[in-house]
């Protein structure tokens, strides 16, 4: 078997594992820990609610998912699949891997997207609220 083809096989195997073990707890708080950078500096980073998004998106919860991390739904999740995409051409088809997937400009603006989120979600006040996730205890 070749490499690529190993490493398609163990994403597969990661993949069907997350999606088990998200259909199989219909209550994330006890087992996702908490955001490090949330615990020990008191800040929100742009992953924040990542773990319990897809964990609501996998029990068909859209609006818990987007309400945790809507970046990680919106754009996360979309970037990869296609990262996804790359890996498994290369293993079923022996293509070459692609250098680059998006355009520089694109790529450029996704980086300053996840800055911005970042920053804007650790403003206090009303329209910023929306941004942050909800504390695990009170939303599940």
């Keep these: 078997m070749s490499r690529a083809l190993r490493a398609l096989a163990f994403a597969v195997l990661l993949l069907a594992a997350?999606?088990?073990?998200?259909?199989?707890?219909?209550?994330?708080?006890?087992?996702?820990?908490?955001?490090?950078?949330?615990?020990?500096?008191?800040?929100?980073?742009p992953g924040c609610g990542s773990t319990r998004s897809v964990h609501h998106l996998l029990n068909g919860n859209v609006s818990a998912a987007l309400r945790h991390n809507a970046l990680m739904i919106l754009i996360g999740l979309p970037a990869g699949a296609v990262y996804a995409w790359g890996w498994a051409r290369i293993a079923l088809r022996g293509e070459r891997p692609m250098a680059r997937v998006?355009?520089?400009?694109?790529?450029?603006?996704?980086?300053?997207l996840v800055v911005a989120f970042a920053l804007l979600r650790n403003i206090p006040g009303?329209?910023?609220?929306?941004?942050?996730?909800?504390?695990?205890?009170?939303?599940?």
């Design 126 to 140: 009303a329209p910023f609220d929306a941004l942050r996730p909800p504390l695990p205890a009170a939303t599940d």
């Design 102 to 112: 998006l355009p520089r400009a694109l790529a450029w603006g996704i980086v300053g």
């Design 18 to 45: 997350g999606v088990g073990v998200g259909l199989w707890s219909s209550h994330p708080s006890g087992w996702i820990p908490p955001c490090p950078t949330w615990r020990f500096l008191g800040v929100h980073c």
